[in-house]
């Protein structure tokens, strides 16, 4: 199985702040990988699609790269909103698997 | 707008069996692989199982091959999850999600989720 280790676990910052979140797959995933939001008491929305693609209505400041085994996510000016839990899936293989979660908090 | 409802969930002694719906609309249900993800309390998501379009492929994760089962009916546009054998730590939100394609994909669309809790 794939495993997707995500870094850091937790991050604190302002808004405003720029921020990056990584995930990096134990093999070569190509760009089969997303990325979610999840807010407190809510079902997660998707962010990001193959790695770098933008889901409709999600606001530009989201951005996604990577490919192979590396990956981030980045949010240019953090706005109050954005303060969530994120996570990365890898789906080019199956079992499909999550990353473990960045909690991002208020500084 | 896609619109997914699961159904199902409950307190349940552990052993026992329970059958999870997901009903959908305002998509052509017939055309899209279909996910179960699940998140334990205060616990990150576990991706759970897929199926394909027609119904011709299921994929699992580890934790849950050999007592869980996915299935569908096209004519009704609705997703199940069969689980066996509930344990403890089968207690969880279980969330179902479109796929991308006919295959699978990342989970796109979900649905609010319902609560499975194993307790005697």
């Known amino acids: 199985d794939i495993q997707m280790t995500q870094s850091p676990s937790s991050l604190s910052a302002s808004v405003g702040d720029r921020v990056t979140i990584t995930c990096r797959a134990s093999?070569?995933?190509?760009?089969?990988l997303g990325w979610y939001q999840q807010k407190p008491g809510t079902a997660p929305k998707r962010l990001i699609y193959?790695?770098?693609s933008l889901q409709s209505e999600v606001p530009s400041r989201f951005s996604g790269s990577g490919s192979g085994t590396e990956f981030t996510l980045t949010i240019s000016s953090l706005q109050p909103e954005d303060f969530a839990t994120y996570y990365c899936?890898?789906?080019?293989?199956?079992?499909?698997?999550f990353g473990q979660g960045t909690k991002l908090e208020i500084k | 707008q896609v619109h997914l409802v699961e159904s199902g969930g409950g307190v349940v002694q552990p052993g026992r069996s329970l059958r999870l719906s997901c009903a959908a609309s305002?998509?052509?249900?017939?055309?899209?692989?279909m996910h179960w993800v699940r998140q334990a309390p205060g616990k990150g998501l576990e991706w759970v199982a897929v199926i394909w379009y027609d119904g011709s492929s299921q994929y699992y994760a580890d934790s849950v091959k050999g007592r869980f089962t996915i299935s569908r009916d096209n004519s009704k546009s609705t997703l199940y999850l069969q689980i066996n054998s509930l344990r403890a730590e089968d207690t969880a939100i279980y969330y179902c999600?479109?796929?991308?394609?006919?295959?699978?994909?990342?989970?796109?669309?979900w649905g609010q989720g319902t609560l499975v809790t194993v307790s005697s």
């Open positions: 305002e998509f052509t249900f017939s055309s899209y692989g």
């Open positions: 999600a479109t796929g991308d394609d006919f295959w699978s994909g990342s989970p796109n669309y």
């Open positions: 093999q070569g995933i190509r760009n089969d």
């Open positions: 193959a790695a770098s």
């Open positions: 899936l890898q789906h080019n293989s199956y079992p499909y698997t």
